[in-house]
């Protein structure tokens, strides 16, 4: 089970996830943090899910995860960031998945656009940032999955070619508290920062961690377009650019997005 005193011992954030929920199971923890916004000590709480039997990814898919053995969690984060700028709040969390991941499981994934954490091409995590409204004040509910302890066999087998957990990389079982404190406290300075300076260095930063997705060809399902072409870098938006055709290129927010080698 979770344990609590490790996760304190190792958090130095000044109020993020200074509250902590865990649930033994929950359908999903978006779900859960949304439906109670209402509930000011939420706000800045990470909710942690040893089981989630609905977990959910973008564009509605399911995130699939063996109990006891990953991280499934949510928070709530109140902003004053544009809604239009939502995608650099996914890109700010997966800077610091990346930086936890880092410290704890001494390797450094790479993120493909806008919020899949991977390793040599395979899944490792993912990220679902919602916008809700709380009052007069936008409050963004950011869900976040990631292997950690997972061997191939507990992937359902649809899934063991696509994806890998830090066990798996690393031979090692890691501290599932230690991982969270540490991705806490890296994106309690990201979104601050984010939301202090706005999303100049924090873009700047994520171009970094995606850089080998970059001059390749890419297909982006956004809504009912799909858009063909190559990735040729991160607008100062947080926009993928994908040159269409000669000279054409078009800036895409959100979506699916499939590279090619």
């Not at 509605?60 to 499934?72: D, E, M, T, Y």
């Not at 709040?89 to 390797?107: F, P």
């Not at 679902?128 to 061997?151: F, K, M």
């Amino acid at each position: 089970m979770f344990d609590r005193d490790i996760y304190f011992n190792f958090l130095k954030t000044s109020r993020l996830g200074k509250e902590l929920v865990t649930l033994d199971i929950v359908d999903s923890t978006n779900a859960w943090v949304a439906e109670r916004l209402d509930e000011q000590r939420l706000h800045f709480a990470v909710v942690v899910a040893e089981n989630q039997t609905e977990g959910r990814g973008r564009l509605g898919r399911n995130w699939l995860s063996p109990p006891l053995v990953n991280l499934a969690f949510s928070l709530a984060w109140g902003t004053n960031i544009d809604i239009k700028n939502l995608n650099t709040v996914t890109l700010a969390a997966g800077i610091a998945l990346c930086c936890a991941c880092q410290e704890v499981a001494k390797l450094t994934p790479e993120l493909k656009y806008p919020n899949d954490l991977v390793f040599n091409g395979k899944k490792l995590g993912g990220i679902l940032a919602e916008l809700r409204q709380q009052g007069d004040q936008n409050i963004v509910v950011l869900g976040i999955g990631v292997n950690v302890n997972t061997q191939n066999n507990q992937f359902p087998e649809e899934l063991q070619r696509t994806s890998t957990s830090l066990f798996q990389l690393t031979g090692m079982s890691l501290s599932r508290e230690k991982l969270l404190a540490s991705m806490i406290n890296h994106l309690e300075l990201w979104l601050d920062f984010l939301s202090e300076n706005g999303s100049k260095l924090v873009i700047e930063e994520y171009r970094k961690y995606c850089s080998t997705f970059i001059q390749r060809e890419v297909e982006v399902i956004s809504g009912s377009r799909i858009i063909v072409g190559v990735a040729i870098g991160i607008d100062d938006n947080g926009g993928l650019l994908v040159e269409v055709s000669p000279g054409v290129v078009e800036t895409v927010y959100s979506g699916e997005t499939r590279f090619f080698d």
